[in-house]
């Protein structure tokens, strides 16, 4: 049980070349009422002048020379934070002005909880099909997850301050942004503590997502690492993006790919193709009705293949991954620990 006196409460914010999105987020933070006690910003080798705009908000800005990742990002800014509670913010989102006090209220009537985070509103501020895309998923995905959570989100996740560096605050070797903030929620639970997802407790999100970008970043930065993760705990989380019906999902992907393949030899493969392709549609309706009521029909039909593909990169990223750490592990056996895992030094930082 934590202390459910008078909390106090910092925002950190890591950045890397943060334009204009950045200023919106900052504009957000000195609208919250009640306001932080501190904002905390950590310019991670930013070019841009990242890091001078919030000094110019009044903001205290610490600085990594190079780019690091926001896990070493979050944990700087973590460690010069003196207020109960850490609020981890990303550069590219607004939060509403009651944000802050929904995150206290929560702390102060749960005094057995660890930690919470929110989700992405169904507003994103930017208009192009796959942003609005890919940001409605992230908002259904949450908002349908279970309260009892069982990870974490570092674009608008909150924890307190001596539970997360008792935990050793995020890992530090995912140089872009990565499942950090998943992996730092694993241990969060296999150490017993209770994570809420607070469906309440939403942000504005304004980054554009573009093919390539989106596709990368799903793949290279979430899917393996996350199938990593997965299997180094041997622990499939049911949970979020990882839960039954995506899990069931992936596998009825791949049985559709399969069955059009075959059906240049086999005329009748085309009915078990077309069950596949109804399944499919079956399992993820509530999803494609959540699109029709957002943004109408043509945005749900243009919507499926997206979502379609996005499982098969998924199970494409498993497969891979799996593969990976079989033979990983492999080589591994009998080799000193010390070899195993090497972490990249630490870059310095100063305060300003």
């Known amino acids: 049980m934590y202390s459910s006196a008078e909390l106090t409460i910092s925002i ?44 110019e908000f009044g903001a205290q800005v610490l600085r990594f020379p190079s780019p690091g990742g926001p896990g070493r990002a979050r944990n700087l800014g973590a460690r010069a934070a003196e207020s109960d509670l850490l609020f981890f913010v990303d550069a590219d989102v607004t939060i509403p002005p009651d944000a802050v006090g929904q995150v206290v209220t929560v702390f102060k009537r749960d005094p057995y909880l660890a930690a919470l985070f929110g989700s992405y509103d169904d507003e994103p501020g930017e208009t192009n099909f796959l942003s609005q895309y890919r940001n409605l998923l992230h908002h259904y995905v949450h908002q349908t997850g279970g309260e009892d959570a069982s990870t974490f989100w570092g674009a608008c996740g909150a924890i307190r301050r001596d539970v997360f560096l008792a935990m050793g605050g ?55 690492p996350w199938t990593e993760l997965i299997l180094s705990d041997r622990n499939f989380i049911n949970d979020l993006n990882t839960g039954m019906s995506g899990r069931l999902s992936v596998i009825l992907t791949f049985g559709l790919l399969s069955s059009l ?92």
């Open 12 to 55: 950190i914010v890591p950045v890397y070349n943060g334009g204009a999105n950045f200023r919106r987020c900052l504009v957000s933070l000195l609208e919250a009422l009640p306001p932080p006690t501190e904002i905390i910003v950590v310019a991670d080798g930013d070019t841009d002048g990242s890091g001078e705009l919030a000094k």
């Open 261 to 352: 393949a075959l059906t240049s030899w086999h005329s009748q493969v085309w009915a078990v193709a077309g069950l596949m392709a109804l399944l499919l549609l079956t399992l993820n309706a509530p999803l494609y009705r959540f699109f029709i009521k957002k943004r109408g029909l043509r945005f749900a039909l243009q919507a499926i293949p997206w979502h379609w593909l996005y499982f098969f990169y998924s199970g494409l990223a498993f497969a891979i991954g799996t593969t990976r750490h079989m033979l990983s592990h492999g080589r591994d056996q009998g080799r000193p620990a010390s070899l195993v895992s090497l972490e990249r030094p630490h870059s310095g930082s100063r305060s300003e």
């Open 170 to 224: 995020f890992v530090e070797h995912y140089y872009k942004p990565s499942i950090e903030d998943i992996e730092l929620g694993c241990r969060l639970r296999r150490a017993g503590h209770r994570i809420r997802l607070c469906k309440s407790l939403q942000i504005k999100h304004w980054k554009r997502w573009e093919v390539v970008a989106m596709l990368k970043a799903d793949f290279f930065q979430r899917a393996l």
